[in-house]
């Protein structure tokens, strides 16, 4: 299997390479980019089918084995490695051209792909049985279903274990203020509590997100959210006291305007090489903690009271059809090896601490996450923006707040000035 590590310039020349190289567009011969068919209308053996996505060829390495083992040489699956802040440029630019993969991947944005026109509708093929109905909910749009999940994440906060020890730390934190106390302690022992990349990645928006689903929305209610996504209520005027709240972490010096500065590889990285205590992220990142020799657990985020806990996450990337392939029968074939329990079972055994939408498929959780078991268990696993996607594109949504909180780390910008640029930003994207 040959990786494709695509590096994303913004120049006319690398974006119409792009286009070609994932299209299903149509070669000299008026062949489809994917792979001609026969004169009698039967598919070539082997015949190329695109995906892309944001996941290294390391976690779908295993997952398109098992794809490929199924496809039987009739097809064969040609995979692009997109990185995670590039994805959403490049795929919008492809789709806005009427090309992309056969196979389209997404995650928060899902349902702005449905609400363009660029997943076909798969309701009735019998893709999504035996999927719950949690596991759909990015996937479905006025009754009608255009994709199914990989697996469930969930992130929260790494914790390394002999920094802990090291500073008489003998229980993780259960609420915000004990967790504030623990940022303390080791801050006056000389050990940097928290290691958070800002100049890109997500590291900020689950530093947040998770916050606010342990604090915020235990008090507010989800269906803020929803008034959120319909222009009914605004974050301004709503969300102040809880950032206030947040914003001791910054205060103290916990987080600091110098992690703006840091990418998340390098935040990872610090955490890894046992420079800092603690890092927000959530299963993907496993096995590099565990390959490092790290001693670690996953704690949830933490609220004023030790039952809001909460973990943020949902379903991962969901898979579609793209309306304009070429090749449609190649593109169902792999959907319904997606959607089977061997490669469904692949997808969490490539990312250990995932979970499952799909019946049949077995997960367990090892050891280091002893302490999110009890909030698993609960259920309480959720993140607001896969709620806004109800009305809006919620990776814009995702792009904005991670470019504010570097501005509200920085102190560039005041809890009012961030909450208000999000609120504009709802304002100029709302689909009604």
């Known amino acids: 299997m040959k990786r494709k590590l695509v590096s994303i310039l913004l120049s006319v020349t ?18 489809s980019g994917s792979g001609a068919d026969t004169e009698d209308g039967e598919a070539k053996s082997g015949e190329k089918v695109t995906m892309m996505c944001w996941y290294t060829e390391d976690i779908m390495e295993g997952v398109l084995n098992e794809v490929n083992r199924q496809l039987d040489g009739e097809y064969e699956v040609e995979y692009t490695y997109i990185t995670n802040s590039d994805y959403n440029n490049v795929l919008s630019t492809q789709l806005a051209a009427g090309e992309g993969p056969d196979v389209i991947a997404d995650g928060a944005n ?14 009735d093929t019998g893709l999504v049985d035996g999927f719950s109905e949690e596991g759909l909910a990015l996937c479905k ?8 999940p990989c697996y469930g994440w969930f992130a929260g906060v790494f914790y390394n274990k002999e920094l802990f020890e090291q500073c008489n730390i003998t229980e993780t934190p259960k609420t915000f203020d004990e967790f504030l106390d623990v940022c303390k302690t080791l801050k006056d022992a000389g050990i940097q509590p928290l290691s ?35 222009g009914e209520k605004t974050m301004s005027g709503n969300m102040d006291e809880s950032l206030e709240n947040w914003m001791q972490l910054v ?6 305007p110098e992690m703006v500065g840091i990418s998340f590889e390098q935040a990872k990285d610090i955490f890894a090489t046992g420079k800092a205590a603690m890092y927000y992220s959530g299963p993907w990142e496993y096995q590099t903690f565990t ?36 090749n449609e029968d190649g593109a169902q074939k792999v959907m319904e090896a997606l959607a089977s329990v061997e490669v469904q079972q692949a997808f969490v055994d490539a990312n250990t601490g995932g979970s499952s939408y799909k019946a049949g498929v077995s997960t367990g959780l090892p050891e280091e996450y002893a302490d999110v078991e009890d909030v698993l268990n609960a259920g309480k696993i959720a993140c607001c923006w896969d709620r806004w996607g109800v009305n809006m594109p919620s990776m814009s949504m995702i792009d904005e707040m991670n470019a504010q909180v570097q501005g509200l780390v920085s102190g560039e910008l005041s809890v009012e000035d961030f909450l208000k640029a999000l609120d504009s930003k709802a304002d100029s994207i709302r689909y009604e």
């Open 141 to 148: 749009m006025d009754g009608k279903n255009y994709g199914i």
């Open 110 to 123: 899902f349902p702005a792909r449905i609400k363009a026109g660029n997943l076909k509708d798969i309701t």
């Open 251 to 256: 205060d103290n010096g916990y987080i600091t």
């Open 291 to 326: 390959d490092a020799g790290l001693s670690f657990g996953v704690m949830p985020f933490l609220g004023p009271d030790e039952d809001d806990a909460y973990l943020i996450g949902g379903p991962a990337a969901s898979w579609g059809i793209n309306a304009n392939t070429k």
């Open 14 to 31: 690398m974006m119409a390479a792009l286009l070609a190289g994932c299209s299903g567009g149509s070669n000299e011969d008026g062949a």
């Open 196 to 230: 958070l990349g800002l100049a890109d990645g997500d590291n900020g928006l689950h530093a947040l997100c998770g916050y606010l689903e342990s604090n915020f929305y235990t008090e507010e209610g989800m269906e803020f959210d929803t008034a959120f996504a319909n």
